[in-house]
């Protein structure tokens, strides 16, 4: 707690920005229940929350002045399960199609601004895990270690918004899960939309993040 501090303090800005955003977006959701009378997307805080998870986990994980490999290994494999719930809320969209709400573009503001703050705390926690791996493994290898994360990250999303799995089936329903996904390996072509979603939704977060990088730089400079 001591060491989590002054992480906290350097990153005050981003911090103070992103809890202004996230603010918003659950002001937006309140107007349109509002309006509309109905808590139809109240879902979207809590996927919002478990969103929050991974950055938590990797500002944490910052603030740690010694970790070993092994407790590093443990909370990257933690960090790993959760880290779809970030990006996942983008595939929220989907509820588009079946809303009545006659302030259609209300709901398109709702989900849009709730997905842009998932994919914003994506891209924070995947430059803080870049970070902290870097003080354990060749910049070389971090390079693949990031860049192999997207078609996983896709993947996870995939499976939590079609197949309906998430983070905790690790742990509750292992077998079936393990299972659905070994049969999407053994046969890709009975499952071309899995493999067509995580390379097309992992393209996207690949050089979404990349431009985030290129502010970032941008921004220092």
Do not use: C
């Not at 969103?51 to 960090?79: C, D, E, R």
């Not at 709702?110 to 493994?137: C, P, R, W």
């Not at 990088?213 to 400079?221: A, G, L, R």
């Amino acid at each position: 707690m001591h060491n989590l501090k002054p992480v906290l303090f350097s990153q005050f800005k981003v911090i103070a920005i992103l809890s202004v955003s996230m603010f918003l977006s659950i002001f937006l959701l309140m107007v349109r229940m509002k309006i509309t009378h109905t808590f139809f997307f109240i879902f979207l805080i809590w996927n919002l929350f478990l969103a929050v998870i991974p950055y938590a986990i990797t500002t944490y994980l910052k603030s740690k002045k010694k970790t070993n490999k092994w407790q590093l290994a443990i909370w990257f494999g933690i960090w790993l399960l959760f880290l779809p719930n970030a990006p996942y809320i983008v595939t929220d969209l989907i509820h588009l199609k079946i809303s009545e709400n006659p302030y259609f573009w209300l709901d398109v503001l709702v989900i849009t601004s709730f997905a842009y703050n998932g994919l914003i705390l994506f891209f924070l926690s995947l430059a803080d895990i870049k970070e902290v791996l870097q003080m354990h493994i060749r910049t070389s290898k971090v390079s693949y270690v990031i860049y192999a994360l997207f078609p996983l990250t896709a993947f996870g999303i995939y499976l939590g918004r079609f197949l309906r799995y998430n983070s905790w089936d690790i742990l509750q329903n292992p077998i079936t899960l393990f299972n659905d996904i070994l049969n999407m390996i053994i046969q890709p072509y009975q499952h071309l939309e899995v493999w067509l979603f995580t390379i097309t939704f992992g393209s996207f977060l690949a050089i979404s993040f990349r431009m985030f990088q290129v502010f970032q730089k941008t921004e220092k400079i």
